[in-house]
């Protein structure tokens, strides 16, 4: 029975010198790093470099992650340079590409598979953070909104409460503006109520995570006031 095809590319074989020059490449950088480090201790001299503030402190980590930056980049050219003539090769089908060479091929195919795919998801990961970015502003939008229908609410309620304080011995003019400030709170409550309700669907369907934002959750969680005017 033959084996099914796998898209998994065959792993290289190295041989005993192959590997023994990488060996010694990764034994090489790592020699590099600790020369570097034993020489900064040997010309640190806390005489010439005591102690200081915030600003020093925070350009010693700029010089650091300059330093470590250049590191990087150096290995990193170094690396692709060894790296570029067996490469060409590969890819090229070179008449003097060695088998090892050859073999690259598929591990070159399914690296540049691999970038792509990241990309993609990187794009699409990108977007959905500016649609969660975009609904959660959209959210404080109508947050603030319904904190300025509650506080209108609370006014006319208190405008409301004073002039039945004081209608006592209320003329037909008094009550019907009475009864007219009572319809303007009611039409304010079901409009806060509707808009309420409202900031509250669009939250909580919008799949951000609103039980962690003190703000969303008020919108989504807080309950109506029914108190009677």
């Known amino acids: ?6 898209d998994d590319p065959t792993p290289l074989i190295l041989s005993n010198d192959e590997k023994h020059i990488l060996s010694l490449h990764d ?3 790592r020699l590099q790093l600790d020369i570097a480090l034993l020489t900064a201790r040997k010309n640190y001299d806390p005489r010439k470099n005591p102690p200081a503030g915030d600003g020093s402190i925070e350009a010693a980590q700029k010089a650091l992650l300059d330093s470590r930056s250049k590191y990087v980049l150096r290995n990193q050219v170094v690396d692709s340079v060894i ?3 067996p490469i060409l090769q590969a ?3 070179g008449t003097k590409a060695s088998p090892i060479e050859r073999d690259l091929l598929p591990m070159l195919e399914k690296r540049d598979q691999s970038s792509s795919v990241l990309a993609q998801q990187s794009s699409e990961l990108r977007t959905l953070l500016d649609e969660i970015t975009e609904v959660e502003s959209k959210s404080l939008s109508l947050g603030r909104e319904n904190v300025e229908l509650a ?3 609370l006014e006319l309620a208190e405008e409301t409460n004073r002039n039945k304080a004081e209608a006592v011995n209320m003329d037909p ?4 503006e009475i009864s007219s400030l009572e319809s303007q709170v ?3 409550r079901q409009r806060w109520r509707v808009l309420k309700g409202t900031a509250s669907a669009v939250v909580a369907g919008s799949g951000v995570d609103w039980s962690r934002d003190a703000e969303l959750r008020d919108i989504v969680l807080d309950p109506e006031n029914e108190d009677d005017v």
Request: charged share 25%; proline share 4%.
């Open 27 to 29: 034994r090489l950088q």
């Open 186 to 188: 009611k039409l304010s």
């Open 151 to 153: 506080s209108t609410l």
């Open 173 to 176: 003019e008094r009550a019907a």
């Open 91 to 93: 890819v090229h089908n």
């Open 1 to 6: 029975m033959a084996d099914e095809p796998t």
């Open 83 to 85: 790296a570029a003539n």
